[in-house]
């Protein structure tokens, strides 16, 4: 789950807690920092019902097993699909991610969803696509990186599956992406900077890749000994 989020929260401490108590009824304040445009967002969040939530649908904490897994593409796009995406949507909403991909909540799907705010969906390349969309949601599902771009650059990045843990990251800025919606229509979608990025981070979640590949040896080491002690 992308969660790619870009935050800093003055609650995060308690991210492990609500990862186990996602059925609780309460308001979360959060203060989200969007790095790439330095604005602050004050976002609230109502916990929805518990029983609009899949028990077994929850954030899964590095090291598990499940996100290490290359998922499996989807061939049905019916409404136990869409239920699925409506409970990871949940999910990426309670936590505040701006991402989340299928393996996090459980499920080796080809499924992600990433919800990034619309100044950045204004800056992809070719924002005409966009434009059918009613909020920031996009599903992708059996999505494909077709073309990345030779420019990079570096930005923080956190993982809802790495609770409080952020490092920067270098990524293309531009990517090109294929997928199909969520009623199986084939789309191509040309993105860059923070939309590119999430894209990025969600389809690697997808084949099992993090974003803590990307760091050095030394400082991937000292962030997951951080995140393990964390939750011991
Ligand atoms: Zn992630």
């Known amino acids: 789950m992308l969660l790619l989020f870009y935050a800093k929260l003055s609650h995060i ?29 004050n976002i609230n969040y109502n916990f929805m019902d518990s029983k609009t939530i899949d028990a077994n649908l929850r954030i899964k904490i590095f090291p598990a097993p499940i996100l290490r897994e290359k998922s499996i593409d989807i061939d049905s796009f ?40 619309y100044d950045n969906i204004e800056n992809s390349l070719d924002d005409l696509q966009f434009k059918n969309y009613t909020d920031n949601l996009l599903v992708i599902i059996n999505p494909k990186i077709d073309w990345y771009s030779n420019e990079t650059a570096e930005e923080s990045e956190g993982c809802l599956s790495f609770p409080g843990i952020y490092a920067l990251v270098k990524r293309p800025v531009k990517v090109i992406v294929s997928y199909n919606d969520q009623w199986g229509d084939r789309k191509v979608i040309k993105a860059n900077n923070l939309l590119a990025r999430c894209l990025q981070h969600e389809i690697d979640h997808l084949n099992g890749r993090l974003f803590i590949d ?3 040896p030394v400082k991937r080491r000292m962030l997951t000994a951080k995140l393990l002690k964390k939750n011991s």
Do not use: P
């Not at 401490?13 to 967002?41: G, N, P, Q």
């Open 13 to 41: 401490a308690s991210m492990v807690e609500l990862v186990d108590t996602i059925d609780s009824k309460s308001v979360v304040h959060w203060m989200c920092w969007f790095k790439s445009s330095w604005r602050y967002l």
């Open 78 to 117: 019916d409404q136990a699909l869409h239920n699925v995406i409506a409970k990871m949507e949940s999910i990426m909403h309670h936590l505040s991610g701006a991402g989340i991909a299928a393996n996090q909540v459980g499920l080796n799907k080809q499924i992600a969803l990433v919800n990034v705010i």
């Open 214 to 216: 990307y760091l050095n």
